[in-house]
Structures are given as C-alpha cells and as structure tokens.
C-alpha cells in the first residue's frame, strides 16, 4: 500500500499564510492604537494636573541615552571579541586567499567599530 502526499506549491503555501500575517498585521496596528491612547492619556493628564512635564522628559531623555550607550558598548565588546578571531584567523590561514578573506573582514569590522566607538563618544 502506498501513500501519496501532495506537495504544496509555493503560492498555496502563501495562501495558508495570509491569516496568520493578517493577525500579525492586525495586532501591530492594535499595539500602536493602544500606544497613541495611553499617550493620548498622558498628554491630557499633564494639562488638567498643570504640572511641568520637563522634568519627567529630560530624566526620559537621560536613561535612553545610558541604554543606547550601554547596548553600543555590548555591541563594541563583542566586535572586539570577534576582531581577536578574525586576527587570530588571518595568522593561522591555512593559504593567502582564505587570510585575504580574513583581513578583509577585519578591516570592515574594525570600521564598523570605529563608528560605533564615535557614536558613543557623541552621546
């Protein structure tokens, strides 16, 4: 006995994905609404309390800028970590074509960190 079992084509396979991408679709624009209201909210409580809302800003303003600084200094940690590999990996490159490859990829990296060690600086 045996079994045959259709294989879907690439557009029945999309077809089956339109509900979940609806529902995903749907609760990004639902999670947005629900944002602008509580902002809504906020905005309209500050007017009737007459409260000065720019201490609250700035101490807002202060933890972003030590998150974004604490995630650039994750990120250059890790580039770091990876530029000990790849120079690691162009001393022991078994032939020049593969060290060609890793040297490129050091030089990228290292610019890449650069920027993000100038953007950290800026904050």
Do not use: W
Not at 32 to 48: C, L
């Amino acid at each position: 006995m045996f079994f045959f079992f259709k294989q879907k084509t690439a557009y029945e396979m999309l077809r089956s994905l339109v509900g979940s991408e609806m529902c995903i679709r749907d609760r990004e624009e639902e999670e947005e609404e629900e944002e602008e209201a509580r902002e809504e909210s906020n905005r309209s409580r500050g007017a009737r309390e007459g409260s000065d809302s720019s201490d609250d800003d700035s101490s807002d303003d202060g933890k972003e800028v030590s998150r974004q600084q604490k995630t650039l200094q994750e990120e250059i940690s890790r580039m770091e970590h990876t530029q000990l590999e790849l120079e690691h990996n162009v001393t022991e490159a078994p032939n020049p074509i593969m060290r060609d490859r890793f040297a490129d990829e050091l030089t990228i990296l290292m610019a890449k960190k650069d920027a993000l060690q100038l953007h950290l600086e800026s904050l």
